[in-house]
């Protein structure tokens, strides 16, 4: 084994394109490696792994997307085995994470949820699915509401991310980068984003957990926003891009189950 060491030479490299608290790292063991990962996320995360390797065959294959559970740490992802006995080895990875479970497919496509303000109020769906201002393509809804108004959860979960510092907004896409939002991980692994939230104004932090209906915050006009609105999207999130879902709300006093269409006024009554 001392021999057989003296030989190897290792090259150990990792580029991770997205911010999420993800370690990628490795063991070393009989004739290899294991590749292990720490997701200290309150949702699971997905990983992709591209490996460049020598003398070094990959278990599963390479380029493949991995999930990462929740608060989890040492998660097997896959392991490395010399090819051949003898001669040099040595590997490097790229790695690109993002929120989710990359391709769920076992999400509630029937749940039933909640309008995202109190009882007894009522408020009008300015823009809905696939609007022609900016919901291009995108199955999201705007509530024209005045700034301030208190902010429901639309399903149960856990917080996994706040941003509530920006007080800036305009007309154009490049004021998207001052969203405030607070977005929740639902249990079927879809994640619902409130944004526009005015500064200051979430009653939650990450990793709290929520109650269907809880005040999680205050309505705002932060970010790209021409007027006080929340802007409420439920999606799942793949590995590079959002599949954002049509979804069902009780109205009235909730024995009536919808899709909301724009331009209609919907009360909660329940």
Request: aromatic share 12%.
């Amino acid at each position: 084994m001392k021999n057989y060491l003296l030989l190897t030479f290792l090259l150990i490299t990792s580029l991770c394109k997205a911010e999420h608290k993800v370690k990628i790292y490795y063991e070393q063991i009989e004739n290899g490696y294991n590749i292990y990962a720490d997701n200290d996320e309150f949702c699971p995360v997905s990983v992709k792994v591209d490996f460049a390797v020598t003398n070094l065959n990959i278990k599963g294959g390479n380029n493949n997307v991995y999930t990462i559970n929740a608060k989890s740490k040492k998660q097997l992802l896959t392991s490395l085995r010399v090819s051949k006995n003898g001669k040099a080895y040595k590997f490097s990875f790229k790695s690109w994470t993002n929120y989710g479970k990359h391709n769920n497919k076992e999400y509630d496509n029937d749940y039933i949820y909640n309008l995202p303000f109190k009882t007894s109020k009522q408020f009008k769906i300015y823009q809905g699915y696939n609007g022609t201002f900016s919901h291009q393509n995108e199955n999201s809804l705007d509530f024209t509401m005045p700034v301030g108004t208190e902010l429901t959860a639309v399903r149960e979960g856990v917080v996994i991310k706040v941003i509530e510092k920006n007080n800036k907004n305009c007309g154009k896409e490049e004021c998207k980068k001052y969203n405030n939002l607070i977005i929740i991980y639902h249990p079927d692994g879809t994640f619902a984003e409130y944004t526009h939230i005015k500064q200051n104004g979430s009653k939650v932090k990450v990793g709290d957990k929520v109650l269907k209906g809880q005040q999680i915050g205050y309505s705002g006009n932060v970010g790209w926003s021409t007027g006080p609105h929340l802007h409420l999207v439920v999606f799942n999130q793949n590995l590079e891009n959002r599949e954002t879902l049509k979804t069902k709300f009780k109205t009235d006093d909730g024995s009536t189950v919808e899709y909301l269409i724009e331009k209609e006024i919907y009360s909660r009554n329940y």
